[in-house]
């Protein structure tokens, strides 16, 4: 069955309930599931006119808006295949993107996404057409706007019949290393993906639940998740831009919104850091708080009854502390899949004090997301969860994680040699993290197997544990561990500068750029008894010997770190190669 399929369904079962959620002239609007069909065929019309046939591509270089969406699902259901493209991506991973994929036809966002596709018009082939989503500048040859792609199109269409086995969509890999992958997903990737999910979690009445589309759709996460909510008929808005993300999580109010840790690690920090200059008073509520939240989670994860006398003094706990923060998280979410990178226990337990669930999972593009996940019930703080749907996982060498399951990519796009590097002979898939599995079903991941790291002296070190460490202080945005084949551990590490910039005025330092913030002796004698406090339990090899204090944050559009703010290992340690050179040679 073409996973489309569920335009036809929900419009049958509400015509008139909001499917899809944007913002246009500073004003939240929607449209119904009968208008967002009618969208999805007539554009669906207007590329079988343009010549897309069945298994062709169509590329989407944007930011999340309606248009993508519905371009996506438009591709979907007449058998053509979606090429998504992070629209932070450079003119040349573009380029690599688009010669290797080959699209007729590309939808671009904004000018400069359009004008970095039209300049390739002569270096690719295949691409007949560009499709501009805004309608806000001037267009060249071989281009048209949506709305005059679409104008004279019928809204009347019969969905093209896929199986299992018909690609569905080529994602290519931000990756942390080396040059992108395309990734082939399936219809039936999809399906069982979505299927595994309902029968996991035994969502009661999902269809009225309201999910916030902040991460790019680009990515296997925020596509899966929007897919798998219309899927079940619930309404998804959808952000274009991710910094305003505090904003829109007060105007949507969603109930539900997938995430990645950093996100939830900077508003641990946030709080933590009101607290150090918060009255011993305030201090002792929330410290309170916290206790009370904690043994009511812990009850509820457990499954156990909740005292009368405990539960009153949540409900203080709520009126006094909790609900102020989760006012500023919109006011109604209760269901947060996160994933993309690590999460440190603290920061999960922090949260489901606060009466705040974060669905801890763990997945890869080539798995169509989540390989396991948090139940309601009886998960393990510190782990990734259990096996979701028919997934299945065994511990190889290295003590890496093999993979088995429906969600399984079909292989990586015109690239056989990589695609039967990740197989094993009998068919299992390797993930390249390395993990454990205890006794309950719980999967631990202890690391990237390409980042563990051996010191010089042959110590053994997993940077990600403490990566996240140093990642949930308020003083520190992004942090990267160096260990390899060196004598001791170094660190480079982006400062938080609206955290440093107020603590830079108590200092009574003066400047006028970061650069001379953060090589300021005063600044440098902080951080180092930052992390001197942070590291006071880690084994002697382990501890952050040296440091350089970098004057910007790592970028996705330098290449840095990927578009789920993890950093490219490889890229920054080449970029900065200068740098850590000295802190060895002094």
Known sequence: MNITEFLNKNTKRFPQKAAVGFKKDNEWKELTWMRFKQMVFRTANALVEAGVKENDKVAIYADNSPEWIIMDVATLAIGAVTVPVYSTN????????????????????????????????????????????????????????????????????????????????????????????????????????????????????FEKEQSLAFLPLSHVFERCWTLFCFSVGA??????????????????????????????????????????????????????????????????????????????????????????????????????????????????????????????????????????????????YGTAGKLIGD????????????????????????????????????????????????????????????????????KYIAPQPIENMFSNNSYINQILLIADDKPFVSALIVPNFETLEEKVKTLGITFTNWKEVVENEKVQAFYQKLIDDIQVNLSGFEKIKKFILMPADFEIQSGEITPTLKIKRNIVLEKYAGKINMIYNK
């Open 90 to 205: 450079g003119a040349d991973q573009v380029e690599y993107i688009i010669n290797h994929a080959e699209p007729k036809i590309i939808l671009t966002g904004d000018q400069e996404q359009y004008e970095t596709c039209h300049q390739l018009l002569g270096k690719t082939t295949g691409v007949e057409q560009i499709i501009a989503a805004k309608k806000n500048f001037t267009l060249k040859d071989n281009s048209i706007f949506l709305s005059d792609f679409i104008e004279k199109a019928s809204d009347k269409f019969k969905i093209v019949e896929r199986s299992d086995e018909d690609l569905a969509t080529i994602i290519y890999t931000s990756g942390t290393s080396g040059i992108p992958k395309g990734v082939m997903l399936t219809h039936g990737n999809f399906q069982k993906a979505f299927d595994a999910h309902i029968d996991f979690f035994d969502f009661k009445d």
């Open 235 to 380: 309404k998804v808005s959808f952000l274009e831009n991710p910094k305003l993300i505090a904003n829109a999580l007060q105007e949507v109010k969603p109930t539900t919104m997938c995430s990645v840790p950093r996100f939830y690690q900077k508003i641990y920090a946030g709080i933590n850091e009101m607290l150090v200059t918060a009255s011993p008073t305030k201090k002792k509520i929330f410290a309170w708080a916290i206790e009370t939240g904690t043994q009511v989670s812990e009850r509820k994860r457990d499954q156990q009854n909740i005292p009368f006398l405990l539960n009153q003094k949540y409900k203080i706990a709520n009126a006094l502390v909790f609900n102020k923060i989760k006012t500023k998280l919109g006011g109604r979410l209760w269901f947060m899949p996160c994933g993309g990178a690590s999460i440190s226990k603290e920061v999960t337990q922090f949260f489901d004090a606060m009466g705040i669930h974060i669905t801890v999972g763990y997945g890869m593009t080539e798995t169509t997301a989540t390989i396991t996940a948090f139940p309601f019930t009886k998960y393990k």
């Open 391 to 458: 997934s299945q996982i065994k511990i190889g060498d290295n003590e890496e994680i093999l993979v088995k399951g429906s969600g399984i990519m079909k292989g990586y796009y015109k690239n056989p040699e990589e695609t039967a590097k990740i197989f094993t002979e009998d068919g299992w898939m390797k993930t390249g993290d390395a993990g454990v599995l205890d006794n309950e079903g719980n999967l631990t991941i202890t690391d990237r197997i390409k980042d563990l790291m051996k010191t010089s002296n042959g």
